[in-house]
């Protein structure tokens, strides 16, 4: 169960700012990723949308590949729908990480039919991380619990200061 995070890739824009999603510019686009490495396109695993702008990357959807690989997964027009939302009339560029599941024989993993419960288990837990840095996370599904636990110090803290206490549990679980 092992999962390698690559770099973001630039996604291209039209004239109009919205995604290029294009034949030309997709053919492009996974050629791009191809090039970081042969077959990336090909696999399966997870992958966050996220614009970078001033201070960093924001990710605004978490999605995961399981029964078709990236290339085919990640561009539908539910999920054009949702990139365009965030890019409309903005500044920042558009990007996508993709983090591939690997075999154990550090091979990509591909689409083979098969339920893969790491996959989902990895999709939920990233939705709960990215939430906790944009609270404008498009993802409806597997929210609702991350968005309405508050436990101080590790997940929607509330303003205001922080007790000895919750300084205690904070470095008992290392955040």
Request: some cysteine; glycine content about 10%; charged content about 25%.
């Amino acid at each position: 169960m092992n999962f390698y995070p690559y770099e973001p890739i630039e996604i291209p824009r039209t004239e109009k700012g919205l995604i290029a999603n294009g034949k030309e510019s997709m053919a492009e686009f996974w050629e791009k990723v191809n090039e970081i490495e042969d077959d990336l396109s090909e696999t399966i695993g997870i992958y966050i949308f996220s614009v970078r702008a001033g201070k960093g990357n924001l990710p605004w959807y978490v999605g995961k590949a399981e029964k078709q690989t990236f290339r085919k997964e990640c561009f539908t027009h539910h999920k054009l729908t949702h990139y365009n939302h965030c890019v409309a009339g903005k500044r920042g560029t558009p990007l996508l990480t993709l983090l591939p599941k690997m075999t154990p024989s550090n091979y990509f993993a591909t689409p083979n039919g098969s339920i893969h419960t790491d996959i989902t288990a990895l999709e939920k837990m990233l939705i709960g991380t990215c939430l906790q840095k944009n609270k404008g996370l498009l993802n409806i599904r597997d929210t609702k619990l991350y968005k309405d636990i508050v436990v101080p110090g590790y997940i929607n803290t509330p303003r205001g200061g922080i007790s000895n206490s919750i300084k205690g549990f904070k470095h008992l679980i290392g955040v």
